[in-house]
Nanobody
Framework: AVQLVESGGGSVRAGGSLRLSCAIS????????MGWFRQVPGKEREGVAA???????KYADSAKGRFIISRNNAKTTLYLQMNSLGPEDTAIYYC???????????????????????WGQGTQVTVSS
């Protein structure tokens, strides 16, 4: 079974940085998409960043220029480097992985929640002003 385990969350002052990690196990194929989502209480989960099997990336407007999604060569760990953090980035951050697909998904759905089948338990990020 696919397992995704996030780590690296915590509390930071505005302007600071955090690096989230997601340990990936159980895949018997290379997923077309891996992504990071976040959620605050009372709001829907939103896509932050995604990376495809070729290393192409996509970011939410709120993350562009500040966040970087990457993974190690073995594709066993997914990262999210977050810089210039602000209080608006406070949320639970989730790692997500896509299930087996017949064809790679179109880019416009890369940050759509229902495109992903596997989810980690989340890690809390709190940014104070």
């Amino acid at each position: 079974a696919v397992q995704l385990v996030e780590s690296g969350g915590g509390s930071v002052r505005a302007g600071g940085s955090l690096r989230l990690s997601c340990a990936i196990s159980g895949y018997t194929y290379t997923p077309d998409l891996m992504g990071w989502f976040r959620q605050v209480p009372g709001k829907e989960r939103e896509g932050v960043a995604a990376i495809d099997g070729y290393g192409n990336t996509k970011y939410a407007d709120s993350a562009k220029g500040r966040f970087i999604i990457s993974r190690n060569n073995a594709k066993t760990t997914l990262y999210l480097q977050m810089n210039s953090l602000g209080p608006e980035d406070t949320a639970i951050y989730y790692c997500a992985g896509q299930g087996l697909r017949v064809r790679p998904p179109a880019e416009f759905v890369w940050l759509v929640e229902h495109e992903y089948n596997y989810w980690g338990q989340g890690t809390q990020v709190t940014v104070s002003s």
